[in-house]
């Protein structure tokens, strides 16, 4: 089924060029002859969970011949001891933990890495460690090991363990949250230690083609990135109700059943490619939040949420689908007390596209029992069955709706409807009240979580408030700006433009996540000639850095109209 009207233009593999001398961008042979320039002193790999480090040693480190070769990983503490110590934060739960402050140094056997320090250090010619936490080791010069957050877990749905964890064949979802709430944690404390002291960061995402860049050169693509508009590598992903609309306007391949998420806006999650010189080098989004925080996010927005990114954009693709599962996210003292967070995912469905009998499920109905709506969610699990037009209210949507989320409020897109999801980015924090009775795609039960969706549900926002609070809040401010979509109670603002000719956009001390949501493109471009002109397409999110205070946005073609919604901190 065709849902456009033109071709799409959408770019799957955005990338940003940067400038740099040859001796600064290295892949295949060239990266062992670069290092083979450090041929004493010691050398260290640390690598980020979920890295190959069999891979590494055979390909790279064994070819620079060290004179003493030592794996960092060998001197952890046992298993049992690990699980003992991490068991708060990882809970009994396959979803959801505790957000871990652990330290790389709880892993460890420190007494035994404190009498390995001193044989390293007595060590004549090239020593070299490598593993997760080799940076607890002497060193003279410092490899850092990327990889991706997509790749960790599509290495994991391989059969990849979790660190120092024998768990191959464990629940996804489970090896998920060990990373999630406990080794990213660690593993970015790390990095954010000793970034400044690293002569090369290299790309391992690809195991047959490694890429390696030095710090200067990771340096100037972050203060590249940070002074213009730009994008994140997207990743998609299939699900029991995904559509089929992302096949066709996102480039995808169309054998493939469906399309359920596309993650386009979420640096956590997404990926950015530089291409130094004839080197294309793709590194965790993550780094730009990390190295680059005030520029990014803007003073007022770094003093507010610290080293994280606060907005979320992403896509729901139910068209020629099903229903989401019908859910609720957690008031923010909830989310606090029950799992270390210090604010919530309150949302909004911006309607991309709908089916004519596209709906969202919003809000209670009038004058329910709650206590009888409560017994039969909880009934369900023992018959499979709930009927949740008794109790939920059904509204028709059609394209660019905009309906708002606050916490508390229970709510899933229907079939035949594309959502923009545009939120607060606490992403993992979605109680799951009624799936209608599907398995996964991994032939498992979904999670669905009970105790917490039925004490996050604000019995409150029935119809009446439903329909006077959240759907199509829109306040007009001229003929091209509107403020639209998300409760009082969110700390974002999101605001719609139209135009064909050009338009000046403030970003309001804040970075700017956007979304061309109408016009097969748009022109961005500086206000005074600071970034190059900035091409964007149909359905991309691309992001503002704080740096840029306000810029001028166009149609590309001049007699189409085009519309973009953007998002940013109050």
Known sequence: MAYLNFKSQYNRFPETKINCGLDQAFQGESIIEELKNIDSGILCFEIYPGGNKIILLEAIIKKLKPSLLVDVEEYTKNPRELEQIFQKNLTDDRVFGLYSHHQIEDYYQLNRLEKLAKKIRASKGLVITYGFGATLLPYDALVMVSITRWEIQLRFRDGMTNFKVDNPDEDI?????????????????????????????????????????????????????????????????????????MKEVCNLDPRESNYAWCFDGVPEENSLRFRFNEVLVELPAQDLVLFRTKALLGDRVHGRFGKQFPIRFDLLDTMGGENLSLQVHPLTEYIQEQFGMFYTQDESYYILDAEADGSVYLGLKENIDPDAFKNDLLQTQESGQFDAEKYINVFPVKKHDHISI?????????????????????????????????????????????????????????????????????????????????????????????????????????????????????????????????????????????????FKISSKNPRQKCAIIKAHVR
């Open 406 to 550: 606050p916490a508390g409020t229970i709510h899933c897109s229907g079939k035949n409807t594309m959502v923009l999801e545009i939120s607060a980015c606490v992403y993992i924090f979605t109680f799951k009240l009624w799936d209608w009775g599907r398995l996964g795609l991994d032939g498992r039960p979904r999670p669905v979580h009970l105790k917490h969706g039925l004490n996050s549900i604000q019995f409150d926002r029935d119809t009446s408030w439903v329909k006077n609070n959240l759907i199509n809040p829109i306040r007009f401010i001229s003929e091209s700006e509107e403020i639209t979509g998300l409760h009082e109670r969110e700390f974002l603002e999101t605001r719609r433009y139209t135009f064909t000719e050009t338009i000046e956009v403030n970003t309001y001390g804040s970075v700017n996540v956007g979304n061309l949501v109408q016009g097969e493109a748009a022109l961005i471009e500086a206000v005074d000639g600071s970034f190059a002109s900035f091409e964007i397409h149909y359905a991309e999110t691309f992001i503002i850095p704080a740096t840029i205070k306000s």
């Open 173 to 245: 979802l489970r090896k998920y949250k060990r990373g999630y709430f406990l080794e990213w944690r660690i593993a970015d404390r790390l990095k954010e230690k000793h970034i400044e002291r690293t002569n090369y960061i290299l790309d391992y995402n690809d195991l047959k083609n490694p890429k390696m860049i030095t710090r200067k050169a990771y340096e100037s693509a972050l203060d590249t990135l940070i002074k213009q508009p730009f994008r994140m590598v997207p990743y998609f992903d299939p699900g029991v109700w995904g559509g089929q609309w």
